[in-house]
């Protein structure tokens, strides 16, 4: 998808910008008090997507609730895995100018071009999915 290193850290370095953005508007409850559900597909269809849950998920792994941040989406846990180390690694890439990060990008997504990783993978979004309608999110 990215073939230029300079734009592909420009676009993951934003995501990680709004991504802290979203996270301090729900902490700070800027975000959460005016606006209910923001999810596209819910406000649609009614129904949760895959990742409803997520930014919940997120602000109980904040708090060290481990379990509550499983049960609400355990794509919260990769997302703010994500946020801890995709900034070091964009800064240390930047300041070596190294381009490792970049280069395990291209090498996982040669891998999911492999038809049994990308099904199992989304096996596992439709099982989370599943999970996020069983509940009632």
């Not at 997520?54 to 609730?65: K, M, N």
């Not at 300041?95 to 096996?123: A, G």
Request: with cysteine; charged share 10%; aromatic share 16%.
């Amino acid at each position: 998808m990215f073939h230029s290193k300079e734009r592909f850290y420009f676009f993951i370095g934003l995501g990680c910008v709004i991504g802290y953005g979203w996270i301090y508007m729900h902490i700070s409850t800027l975000l959460s008090k005016y606006v209910g559900s923001v999810c596209v597909i819910k406000k649609i269809s009614g129904m949760p997507c895959p990742s409803c849950g997520s930014t919940r998920a997120i602000l109980a792994l904040l708090h060290g609730e481990w379990a509550q941040a499983i049960a609400w989406n355990p794509i919260g846990l990769f997302l703010l895995g994500g946020l801890m180390v995709i900034p070091s690694w964009l800064f240390f890439d930047l300041f070596s100018k190294s381009s490792s990060f970049f280069d395990t990008y291209l090498s996982v997504e040669q891998k999911l071009k492999n038809k049994r990783i990308l099904i199992l993978l989304l096996l596992l979004i439709g099982m989370n999915w599943i999970w996020n309608i069983y509940k009632g999110l």
